[in-house]
């Protein structure tokens, strides 16, 4: 589990060190150049923990159950509780979905997982052609989502 010092900053220095973070995360545009820096920033386990949210809340928006979304990226209810509300409550996940979903890349992201979905939603989907399965999903092209 991640650790803060109870050693208290003060709050210019605290609020000089977001202004800093933030500064970094807006200068790091290139897909490789933040994927360096996101290792060096984060532990293995801090970027899964941060991408298994991020797809919660993909998930949440594309209208997928609580249970869905805790078997399929093993996750607990009370994650997936917690995502909710923040959706509720604030914009930032909705504001990098929209982004990402305009891509293409996340396009055929989210056009894959809608393909897992529904092959796991039942036992008798799961070794159905990958043609039927893009047919009763509205998937046009071949991609991965």
Do not use: C
């Not at 994927?35 to 797809?55: C, G, H, T």
């Not at 996750?75 to 923040?86: F, G, M, P, Q």
């Amino acid at each position: 589990m991640t650790q803060i010092s109870r050693r208290i900053l003060l709050k210019q220095v605290e609020q000089q060190m977001f202004e800093t973070l933030w500064e970094a995360i807006s200068q790091v545009r290139d897909k490789d150049d933040v994927q360096i820096f996101l290792n060096d920033l984060l532990s293995p386990i801090e970027r899964v923990m941060i991408a298994k949210r991020l797809a919660i809340a993909a998930l949440l928006l594309k209208g997928n159950s609580y249970e869905t979304i805790k078997d399929f990226l093993k996750v607990s209810t009370e994650t997936v509780a917690k995502i909710s509300l923040i959706l509720k409550m604030n914009k930032g996940y909705q504001l990098a979905i929209n982004k990402l979903i305009r891509t293409e890349a996340g396009k055929q992201f989210w056009q894959e997982i809608e393909n897992l979905l529904y092959r796991l939603s039942s036992p008798g989907k799961v070794f159905l052609p990958e043609e039927a399965v893009k047919y009763k999903l509205g998937h046009k092209k071949k991609t991965l989502v």
